[in-house]
């Protein structure tokens, strides 16, 4: 059964959370950035601005309804800092053995979604990322996509993941948006504290401006061979 995108809700508990949050912020932050080169850590992901249709994979098509062909040029090649568009702080997280039991767990329910849900092609996981949206930097980060185009290995994220870690009574605002769906998912659905959220990685998507407080998720994508 193909799917826009699933959700897991409360896969990782209250404590658990608030230890990854404590656990990551300790260590130095940085501004994010829009666009950048595969081999910049502290580039972001590619804002395209367009809709998109996510191109056959071995499986079959998963045609999100856009009608238009995903632009194939990144707009910042080298990465910058907007804040008009992406206001965030980061830190990534590499696959070390301080952090394989985070990795364990979202390769579990991503091999799980892929395998019953999208049907891409993944094989790898670089690294994770942890986000802060702060309501006193107009925390957001406005409508985007995830897939680099230009990558010179030529391969593609293609399955993303957000982990929300905070408690949504902590703060407002903040929702994650995805646009081109048929399901109409309730933003309450995707705001509850421990739940993980799998969707294409070309699929628009958006975390609305934080209005009060802070709201921390954990990312990543799930990358393999160029689509086709």
Excluded at 62 to 69: F, M, P, R, S
Excluded at 76 to 95: A, C, E, K, L, M
Excluded at 165 to 170: A, I, K, N, R, V
């Amino acid at each position: 059964m193909k799917k826009e995108f699933i959700h897991y809700p409360n896969v990782l508990s209250k404590e658990r959370c608030e230890a990854l949050i404590a656990k990551y912020k300790s260590l130095p932050m940085q501004k994010a950035l829009i666009g950048g080169k595969k081999d910049d850590p502290t580039s972001g992901t590619l804002q395209t601005g367009k809709a998109s249709v996510i191109p056959k994979e071995d499986l079959g098509l998963i045609d999100l309804g856009h009608g238009q062909e995903p632009d194939k040029t990144a707009p910042f090649p080298d990465g910058v800092h907007d804040t008009s568009v992406r206001s965030s702080t980061i830190q990534w997280i590499q696959n070390t053995p301080e952090h394989t039991a985070i990795f364990d767990i979202v390769w579990k329910y991503a091999l799980h979604a892929n395998q019953h849900y999208f049907g891409f092609h993944i094989d790898d996981l670089p690294s994770l990322q942890f986000t802060e949206y702060d309501a006193a930097e107009n925390g957001k980060y406005d409508r985007h996509q995830d897939t680099f185009w230009l990558r010179p290995d030529g391969r593609h994220r293609k399955l993303s993941m957000v982990i929300q870690l905070t408690d949504p009574d902590t703060y407002e605002g903040g929702d994650f948006e995805v646009y081109g769906t048929s399901e109409n998912p309730s933003k309450w659905a995707f705001k509850g504290q421990g739940t993980i959220i799998f969707f294409p990685s070309l699929m628009d998507h958006a975390a609305l401006p934080v209005t009060k407080g802070v709201r921390n998720s954990l990312v990543g994508w799930f990358e393999g061979p160029s689509w086709r």
